[in-house]
């Protein structure tokens, strides 16, 4: 079901600090300001964002007062963790690259000022959705030229 939701002021919590992380904080950055990151080790490029992160091992009190979660490690064991005890809590929680275990996907998304358009195909067909999102891009951008 697609949503729109507002999530500013809001902790959303990654748990993993590496290039997947990364590549979820670039788009949540558009609409979060309390991006917050969990991991042993954090890359570099999450340090120098200014994103609140702490370098530890993950316990599930650090899921407190999160409205989204990303289980965004390279461990299966560990992100299947973060999913239950996220359930335990009521909290949406996404598997990245696990669409089966995902309470949510996130879209292809394009923002313009205060536009935003979303493509999904529910995780069936990301290429796809992204190409599509790439047309409405370049449609909308041809439209205001």
Sequence with gaps: ???????????????????????????????????????????????????????????????????????????????????EDGHQLNLLVNVVDSPAHCDFVSPAIYRRNYISVAVTSNAQDVYEAIAIRNRIKEMLNHDHS
């Design 1 to 83: 079901m697609p949503i729109a939701i507002d999530v500013k002021g809001k902790k959303i919590l990654l748990i993993g600090g590496g290039r997947i992380a990364w590549h979820k904080i670039e788009s949540l950055q558009q609409y979060a300001d309390n991006i917050q990151v969990v991991a042993l080790e954090v890359s570099e490029k999450i340090k120098a964002s200014g994103i609140l992160y702490q370098e530890k091992s993950y316990d599930p009190s650090d899921l407190e007062g999160a409205t989204l979660v990303y289980a965004c490690t390279n461990i299966s064991q560990l992100n299947q963790q973060v999913l």
